[in-house]
């Protein structure tokens, strides 16, 4: 049973370029949630989504940040755009039914902004 | 606006002995916390938990003590061992059942043989 994936595992972007990030939950899971990790910082909440909804994005900047969860394929984070303080890492997390007791991670995708 | 708090970026501690890390937080809404263990190039992977009508939770060698009045939290680790090396997060949740976990910046561990 593959854990949470995540790819690419390391993503290089100049500014103003787009950066996708991709995340695929744990089989049967259906509940994502996005968070960032700016450097010598915890992890920091973006965005909760279910399948085709998008349940509490709170966390995510106002612009040039959106996600989603398609009812087929993984959940995209997309930075429009992006600029040298955008550079973090990417953590996804998945659950089966919602929840933060049952949160397992993927090992991230660190974003490099030139 | 740090509402998680751990205010030791490191600790060092010999094999065998007792580790012992600490959490404050400050938003009394807080009512379920977790401690997370994340070893470089990997995601967190979680450790323990404490609801906030315990004030302890005992996992093996691990164990969370949770005192709400001074709004403080450790982990425990006991014997600790060289695999023990790694950053550990605290994280709390908000009461109304939350979806979002708010992180403290961790603290990086080595247990050295």
């Known amino acids: 049973n593959a854990g949470v994936m995540q790819n690419p595992r390391h993503l290089v972007r100049r500014r103003g370029q787009e950066a996708r990030l991709r995340c695929s939950p744990m089989k049967g899971h259906s509940h994502v949630y996005w968070y960032r990790q700016l450097p010598e910082e915890g992890l920091k909440f973006m965005v909760y989504?279910?399948?085709?909804?998008?349940?509490?994005e709170s966390g995510m900047p106002k612009e040039r940040f959106s996600a989603e969860f398609p009812k087929e394929g993984p959940s995209i984070l997309r930075i429009q755009q992006v600029v040298r303080g955008d550079s973090a890492a990417y953590f996804c997390?998945?659950?089966?039914?919602?929840?933060?007791?049952?949160?397992?991670f993927g090992s991230g995708t660190q974003l490099s902004v030139l | 606006d740090q509402q998680v708090k751990q205010n030791s970026p490191s600790l060092s501690v010999q094999e065998g002995r007792i580790s012992i890390l600490n959490c404050d937080y400050t938003?009394?809404?807080?009512?379920?916390f977790l401690w997370y263990k994340k070893y470089p190039a990997e995601g967190p992977t979680f450790l323990i938990s404490?609801?906030?009508?315990?004030d302890k939770n005992e996992d093996g060698r691990f164990t969370v003590f949770l005192n709400k009045s001074a709004k403080h939290l450790s982990l425990h680790i006991v014997p600790s061992q060289p695999g023990d090396s790694a950053v550990y997060f605290c994280?709390?949740?908000?009461?109304?059942?939350?979806?979002?976990?708010?992180f403290g910046k961790g603290t990086k561990l080595t247990v050295n043989p």
């Open positions: 989504l279910q399948k085709e909804n998008i349940i509490d």
């Open positions: 994280a709390a949740r908000s009461k109304g059942g939350s979806e979002k976990l708010v």
């Open positions: 938003n009394s809404m807080f009512d379920y």
């Open positions: 404490i609801s906030s009508i315990k």
């Open positions: 997390a998945s659950s089966p039914a919602g929840g933060v007791e049952k949160l397992f």
